[in-house]
């Protein structure tokens, strides 16, 4: 018997007749790598100081850590996260952030044009990253910093002790090495806007210079050269050819970068994931051609270390306004549902490409263009974006598979399962405006029994967003579900978002 399937929600801007869109999986694509869920905290705004990091603040732990804020960066899931930048990077000295907090300078951030106190440096990090169970992933300078100065980061930070550089960590109260496995070669030095940005030769020379010396003191490390910062660059392609002609034997991942925003035309926003999968490819071109010119090649692999929705050309109105300030209010981006349903396709794009794609950032965390907000004196809460990414974070470490049709409708549908076989996930995205989607996922391989869990982001307003003054507008919605001989059916209104958990029984 056929239990009928819901309406769209009351309010729903539907106008035309529902779509079916029946589903079929198809072959496992590869593994969702963990740190396909990371994020970044770049000193930015107020992205570390009124942000993580608050010794004013009630909630405030020991360490001036807000607690509130780690409460709900582990309830999202993140399983690594980048720092200290960012286009911050390229101007910073990391002998700043360490030791006697009252003996830190103070400096100029250019690249933000604001006051850097150095409260917070590589120590807090590493130890605010333990707290809050997730892994680091340091940047390192080599836009105005040079690679001697980077090396002598990486002794600080990994060596166990007994030289001058690791017994300094010690006295600063880090007895055990910080053991940070994955490093940033810099960051967006393609870019004209970087402190210290250079041509691709110039940048592929320093890269292959730290990296090798990287290598001498840890062969197992984890390197990241910087690829293009956007799929605009016009040394888009012709940069990460270059770069990687001298890295590929040297390091392990190629980064790239991708904003995107509305801009007044919603339905060409609904479908920016079509626009990442595109910019993954090319990257991905890039890396194949190279290595068959390379035999001894190292098994290179996509580093998306930034990708999110941003408004940048709001920054780009003010920047020029302002006056060199401690943390001032930048990037606060108030997040709508219409973005929250792009962030849900563009992490379904990331799980697509997880054969290629072995880490992927959300910038950033908190404040800055984050899926949390936090206010001095005040509360943290959810943004709209963070729904899809802590929904989509548990399926980290699943096998990730094919599914029709795919993204060439407004449908798109990922389907992944547990390595146990007990569980299996499925992220759906309605990116029409105007018509309900009836979706029926025929799941009878993976013999699911249950739905675990449901939940459907959608407002009737789509640009309905969680601010300080109404925090929770925007929540989780529980959608009406049918598991029924194998397949699973929907309702998807249009520009929603969905993900469903089931309980499969495991053969034999
Ligand atoms: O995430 C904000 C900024 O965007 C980063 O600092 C920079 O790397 C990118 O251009």
Known sequence: MTRPLIAAPRGSAATSAPHHVPVAVGAPIGTADPRLFGSFVEHLGRGVYGGIFDPAHPAADAEGFRSDVIALVRELGVTVVRYPGG?????????????PVAERPRRLDLAWKSVETNEFGTDEFIAW???????????????????????????????????TLSDERIGNGAPLPHDVRTWCLGNELDGPWQLGHKRAAHYADVAASAANAMRMFDPSLELVVVGSSNADMPTFG?????VLERTIELVDYLSCHIYFYEDDDLAGFLRSADRLDAFLDGVQDVIRRVRVRHPGARDVRISLDEW??????????????????????LLEQDYTVADAVVVGSLLQSI?????????????????????IRAEADGPAWRQTTYFPFAAMARSAGHTVFATN???DSDVVTTVTRDPSGGAAHVFLTNRSTDTPAVIEVDLARFRPNRVDRAELLWHP????????QSRVRVTRRTPTTVLEGGRLRLTLPPISWAGIELACSVDG
């Open 351 to 371: 799980l697509a490409h997880c054969d290629t794609v072995g880490i992927a950032a959300m910038a950033q965390l908190v404040n800055v263009i984050g899926p």
């Open 87 to 99: 286009n911050f990077v390229s101007g910073y000295d990391w002998r700043d952030g360490v030791g």
């Open 405 to 407: 049709p795919t993204a």
């Open 238 to 242: 012709a940069w990460e050819e270059t």
């Open 461 to 468: 307003d789509p640009h309905a967003a969680n601010t300080a």
């Open 308 to 329: 999110n929705v941003w408004n940048f050309r709001a920054y780009d109105d003010i920047k020029e306004e302002r006056d060199f300030e401690l943390a001032p209010r």
């Open 129 to 163: 990253c333990r707290a809050a169970g997730t892994e680091p992933m340091l940047a390192l300078n080599l836009g105005l910093g040079d690679v001697r100065s980077a090396l002598q980061l990486l002794e600080y930070a990994n060596h166990p002790g007994g030289t």
